[in-house]
């Protein structure tokens, strides 16, 4: 479980039970953690990754986002589409769909990510709204917010961005 590294969580903020670890305990910026257990990706029943080498980035307010190696992932079910997006922390991103879908991506890398990120350069994330994510056996929830692409599981207490009356935060 991640450690609270000294920051104050805001009143606001839910009482982690045991187990669980709060958002409001991440760093900023974000920071890389090793994911403890099974990551499992799937599109249906076709399996897209698996690892349990996997990688999360946790930021203050966000559930994690989970990275596998690109040796865990079936790249030949995926297309690489044209979107872009830049992360402040990260970098820029690129986006994947899905082979036989091309019109919505369902996942994300950092081919080239900032320095402090390198550990995850050309790793592949998901969208747990998109394609179905589980951790540990347990169905990953999606965060909030349609842009965002945290995924949320009983591990994590909130409230965290993205969800309606956060775009404040």
């Keep these: ?3 609270h590294r000294g920051q104050r969580r805001p009143d606001f903020a839910e009482t982690p ?10 760093p900023r910026p974000p920071e890389l953690d090793r994911v403890q257990g099974l990551v499992e990706v799937f599109d249906g029943d076709t399996l897209l990754g698996r690892s349990q080498e996997a990688l999360r980035v946790l930021e203050t307010a966000s559930p994690p986002t989970v990275y ?4 865990a992932v079936e790249r030949d079910r995926l297309v690489s589409v044209r979107q872009a997006s830049f992360c402040e922390w990260k970098g820029a991103a690129s986006y994947w769909a899905l ?10 890398s950092y081919p080239e990510p900032s ?27 999606p965060q909030g917010g349609g842009f965002y692409g945290g995924w949320v599981t009983d591990r994590i207490a909130g409230p965290w961005k993205g969800d309606a009356g956060t775009g404040g935060w």
Aim: hydrophobic share 40%; charged share 25%.
């Design 1 to 3: 479980m991640w450690k």
């Design 17 to 26: 039970g045991p187990e669980q670890e709060s958002v409001w305990d991440y």
């Design 68 to 71: 596998l190696p690109p040796m």
């Design 99 to 108: 082979a036989r879908s091309p019109e919505q991506a369902v996942g994300w």
């Design 115 to 141: 320095p402090r990120f390198l550990d995850i350069a050309g790793w592949f994330s998901f969208y747990p709204s998109r394609v179905r994510c589980f951790l540990d056996g347990e169905r990953v929830r």
